[in-house]
C-alpha cells in the first residue's frame, strides 16, 4: 500500500514554507508514485514541490441578493465551469491556475456569480519529460482544489447565501479529455489542410 509523505523543509526567501510531496511505492523502494498515473521517476527521488499557493482574480457579484432573500424556498440552478491552465515560470518551475466560474439563476434572475482564479507555484525535479504535462494538468489541480473549494463556499455564506460547497473534480478525467479535444482538433487541422 503507497503512503503520501509530506516534509516541510525551512521558509524560503519569501516567507512561506515550500512543500515537498514525494509518494513511496508499496516495496518501499523510495521511487515516487504520482497519484492514478502510476508514474515512476526512474534513478533517485522525484520532487514535486509546492512552493506557494495564491488567489491570483477574484471576483463576487452579488446584486440581486435582497431578491434571492425574499424568494421561496426553490433552489436555484446552478452553472460550474472550470478550467486548468499551466505557465512555465523557469526550468523545473511552473504556475498551475485553476479557473472557477459559479452561476446561480432562480427564475431568470442572477443570485451570484463568483469567478476565482488560484494558482500554485511548482517546481518538478527528477521527473521525465513525459511525466510533467500530466504531474501539472491533474497533480496540480488536485492539490489546489481543497483551497479554492473553502474560497468559493465562504465567500457564497458570507455573501447570504447558503455555502456553495464543491464537488470533488476528476482532474485525471478533465486531462484525459483535454487530449481527446487536443486530437480531435488536430485531426480536422489535417482533415482541412488536405482538402
Same mark, same amino acid.
Given at each position: 500500500m503507497a503512503k503520501t509523505t509530506d516534509k516541510k523543509p525551512s521558509p524560503k526567501a519569501s516567507g512561506a514554507p515550500a512543500i515537498e510531496t514525494t509518494t513511496p511505492t508499496a516495496t518501499g523502494a523510495g521511487?515516487?508514485?504520482?497519484? =492514478? @498515473?502510476?508514474?515512476?521517476?526512474?534513478?533517485?527521488?522525484?520532487?514535486?514541490?509546492?512552493?506557494?499557493?495564491?488567489?491570483?482574480d477574484l471576483s463576487f457579484e452579488n446584486a440581486n441578493i435582497l431578491r434571492m432573500m425574499q424568494a421561496s424556498g426553490q433552489q436555484p440552478d446552478v452553472s460550474i465551469d472550470l478550467g486548468v491552465d499551466v505557465q512555465v515560470i523557469a526550468e523545473d518551475s511552473y504556475e498551475v491556475s485553476l479557473q472557477i466560474h459559479v452561476e446561480t439563476k432562480r427564475d431568470g434572475v442572477t443570485g451570484f456569480i463568483v469567478e476565482l482564479t488560484y494558482a500554485g507555484l511548482f517546481t518538478l525535479k527528477g521527473w521525465e519529460a =513525459? @511525466?510533467?504535462?500530466?504531474?501539472?494538468?491533474?497533480?496540480?489541480p488536485k492539490l489546489l482544489f481543497p483551497f479554492a473549494r473553502m474560497i468559493i463556499s465562504n465567500l457564497t455564506r458570507d455573501g447570504g447565501h447558503p455555502a456553495l460547497n464543491l464537488n470533488p473534480i476528476d482532474f485525471a478525467q478533465l486531462y484525459r479529455r483535454r487530449l481527446q479535444q487536443q486530437a480531435a482538433q488536430a485531426s480536422e487541422k489535417a482533415s482541412s489542410a488536405v482538402n
Open positions: 521511487n515516487p508514485v504520482v497519484g =492514478d @498515473q502510476g508514474a515512476t521517476a526512474p534513478g533517485g527521488q522525484a520532487q514535486l514541490i509546492v512552493n506557494g499557493q495564491f488567489v491570483k =513525459d @511525466q510533467i504535462e500530466p504531474l501539472l494538468f491533474i497533480e496540480g
